[in-house]
């Protein structure tokens, strides 16, 4: 069976400041491993994936996230997070089929 | 522009008042799919599609239908609605016939609310 967890159900960060959306993941074999972003009144967006190679993917909107193997881990950050940032994010494993986490929302005060 | 529309966007209804939702897809993609957004839950897949003419049932299928016979539209269709399925439905769409590794590309979203 495979599963995703964001531990944390909100972040808030100020401005300026680094941010981090943490992800866990539990699979059987190689996952593919994706975040999404929801903002008020939309759908969801892609922002970006793992699927093999280099354990650090860039994505839209100036995000990044790390794949680590070992700790099972996928978290999601930004360096300068900005007010726009405030949204619904969703980490998500693909491995037979799709799973979602259960979302963090973000909030960043100016 | 490469989009996938849902329509209504809102819809209140009674109980047991079949309903449908549509969705449609211009990027010719393999594989469609249908999932629900709860509080708390993210979001869990109702149905999916592969190609048209293959549908197969995700984590919460029951009291829902799908048909694809065109490789566009997905239609999600409740036959007896109930309160309990009230929520925010979402179509999405991929690339490939498997979910996997495509990026999933969402419609805007449909409200329902069932008295």
């Known amino acids: 069976a495979q599963s995703v967890a964001q531990p944390e159900d909100q972040v808030n960060v100020a401005e300026g400041n680094p941010l981090t959306v943490k992800c866990t993941y539990s699979?059987?074999?190689?996952?593919?491993l994706f975040w999404y972003v929801q903002y008020p009144n939309r759908g969801l967006q892609f922002l970006l994936k793992?699927?093999?190679?280099?354990?650090l993917v860039k994505g839209s909107y100036g995000f990044e996230a790390e794949f680590n193997k070992s700790q099972t881990s996928f978290h999601l950050k930004k360096p300068s997070a900005l007010v726009s940032d405030s949204a619904l994010y969703f980490c998500v494993v693909n491995d037979y089929k799709l799973s979602f986490g259960a979302g963090t929302t973000v909030t960043v005060r100016a | 522009e490469a989009q996938v529309t849902q329509n209504p966007r809102y819809l209140i209804t009674v109980t047991g008042k079949k309903l449908t939702v549509t969705c449609s897809q211009n990027?010719?993609?393999?594989?469609m799919s249908w999932y629900r957004q709860d509080p708390g839950l993210g979001l869990r897949q109702i149905y999916y599609?592969?190609?048209?003419?293959?549908?197969d049932k995700g984590d919460v299928p029951e009291g829902y239908k799908v048909s694809r016979k065109e490789k566009r539209n997905f239609p999600l269709i409740l036959e007896s609605p109930s309160p309990n399925q009230t929520s925010l439905y979402f179509c999405?769409?991929?690339?490939?016939?498997?979910?996997?590794?495509?990026?999933?590309?969402f419609g805007p979203g449909t409200r329902l609310t069932v008295l």
């Open positions: 793992y699927i093999t190679g280099d354990n």
């Open positions: 699979v059987s074999g190689n996952p593919y």
């Open positions: 990027m010719n993609h393999e594989y």
């Open positions: 999405a769409s991929s690339f490939g016939r498997l979910a996997a590794p495509w990026e999933q590309y």
């Open positions: 599609s592969m190609n048209v003419e293959v549908t």
